[in-house]
């Protein structure tokens, strides 16, 4: 028998909240570093975060596979994936669409996840990880497409040495993983074409 936290949590409006999520990731992809919130119904088992959430209803289903990190790999959460989702769910990252991060701490080097190739870049993945906020660390430089000069963000609790692991992701363009960054119902994308320096 399911647990009523699997079968709740959905899409109170599926195509109205589905189109509005995707228009924030897309806004987001095309703005690096400009915040966006999610002001869906959806709520996944903890300590999936809504915005997350969100964005895999929106963004998975049985064609997209799945990678999450241990706290979120379980029962409830599983459950809640694949009863909304259908996205199937696998243990290796090189094998998945998208991957979905509870903390910087679970997330494995960005290496470890698929980057695509030159015929086709767009088979990389697409991380999502939930940091502390997006606000308050240590303040950082974007460059790039998308940005007017330079956009400042400041994060807090990106992985350790993610500056220098960023920049060898970058080297790969065409190739290489996108990262969004939610906390609670916030995110903010950093797609692969932008620079990223210390402050």
Not at 4 to 27: I, K
Request: a negative charge; charged letters at 15%.
């Amino acid at each position: 028998m399911l647990a009523s936290q699997t079968l709740s949590g959905g899409f109170a409006n599926p195509v109205f909240e589905a189109q509005s999520v995707f228009r924030a990731v897309m806004n987001g992809l095309a703005n690096p570093g400009a915040v966006d919130i999610v002001g869906t119904q959806a709520h996944a088992p903890a300590p999936f975060g809504k915005a997350a959430a969100s964005i895999l209803l929106t963004l998975c289903d049985f064609e997209t596979p799945v990678w999450l990190s241990p706290s979120l790999a379980s029962d409830p959460v599983c459950g809640w994936v694949s009863f909304h989702a259908g996205a199937p769910l696998i243990v290796d990252p090189k094998q998945s669409a998208f991957a979905f991060s509870a903390n910087s701490a679970e997330l494995p080097a960005l290496s470890s996840f698929a980057p695509g190739n030159d015929e086709y870049p767009n088979t990389s993945t697409t991380i999502i990880l939930e940091v502390e906020a997006l606000q308050g660390g240590d303040p950082l430089h974007l460059k790039g497409p998308g940005i007017k000069g330079n956009r400042m963000i400041a994060p807090a609790g990106l992985p350790t040495g993610f500056i220098g692991a960023w920049e060898l992701n970058s080297r790969l363009y065409p190739c290489g993983v996108d990262l969004i960054l939610t906390a609670g119902a916030r995110l903010l994308c950093l797609p692969r074409t932008t620079r990223i320096q210390e402050a």
